[in-house]
């Protein structure tokens, strides 16, 4: 099991406007994104867990608060701090696994009891009947990269299976 909290974790522009359903963003809005995001950055984990073969990206509750506290001043920067902590989780996912970039998502595993307690183990905290995580902010995937939409979990109720965007293959051995 390796944890570690990247400090050099890039900033893509392009993904964050595609979270936040935007085309442009001011230059004030920006400076507060990108101190946000060197704010929160000590609040990213990434762990890569070998058994259960999974690779884990969180961000604390802190983050999940400032989110919140942010929707009492005003909902549309607690909607752009919503897209910046997604955004992060991605960036994450996207620098440990670069594929997934190119597949357009991060494939969901069967979600287990032991899957469960084995995140629970790597400090994610999950619900107490170890079924789901208890972070908002969340992306757990199977590492190393075994496919994308063909093996996920979501299969039947994803958004992204309705659209024409699913460029993914699975790869040999990894059927479902």
């Not at 989110?67 to 992060?88: C, G, H, Y």
Request: charged share 20%; hydrophobic share 40%.
């Amino acid at each position: 099991m390796s944890h570690q909290t990247n400090t050099a974790l890039y900033f893509d522009m392009e993904l964050f406007l595609h979270n936040a359903r935007e085309t442009r963003i001011q230059g004030q809005e920006l400076e507060l994104l990108l101190t946000r995001w060197a704010d929160w950055l000590p609040s990213l984990h990434i762990q890569k867990l070998p058994e259960p073969g999974v690779l884990a990206v969180w961000l604390d509750e802190s983050v999940e608060k400032a989110v919140d506290d942010a929707w009492k001043e005003s909902p549309s920067r607690s909607f752009m701090l919503n897209a910046l902590a997604q955004t992060m989780c991605m960036c994450a996912v996207h620098e440990a696994i670069p594929e997934i970039e190119d597949a357009g998502c991060a494939p969901s595993p069967l979600f287990s009891v032991s899957l469960g307690n084995a995140l629970n183990r790597a400090g994610l905290p999950c619900a107490p009947d170890g079924l789901t995580v208890a972070r908002r902010y969340a992306v757990i995937t199977p590492y190393p990269f075994k496919g994308g939409c063909e093996i996920c979990a979501l299969q039947g109720n994803c958004p992204q299976q309705k659209s024409d965007k699913n460029f993914s293959v699975t790869l040999p051995g990894h059927e479902q």
